[in-house]
């Protein structure tokens, strides 16, 4: 996950709607299915879906009154803290 497309994300939910982000995330959920795509291919598919959820995980903390800024830290935090484990 990179914090600069997560937070470029968040503000493309914030300006249109989540929406848009979640049925980009169906259209490429689906395109994994593809049998002919390369794992290079799957791995970029699969950086682009872990960032969308985590903007959608960002909006939601967000929505719920959390500021931006600290919503993005918490969220990174947490999954720095996932990988660490």
Do not use: C, W
Not at 41 to 62: Q, W
Request: without cysteine; proline residues 4%; hydrophobic residues 40%.
């Amino acid at each position: 996950m990179k914090l600069p497309v997560i937070r470029h994300l968040t503000q493309f939910i914030e300006d249109n709607d989540e929406d848009f982000v979640i049925e980009t995330i169906e259209t490429l959920e689906s395109l994994t299915e593809v049998p002919s795509l390369k794992d290079e291919e799957l791995d970029v598919i699969g950086e682009l879906l872990s960032n969308m959820y985590g903007a959608l995980e960002v909006n939601k903390m967000i929505k719920e009154g959390t500021p931006n800024k600290e919503a993005l830290n918490s969220f990174m935090s947490r999954v720095m803290g996932s990988i660490d484990n």
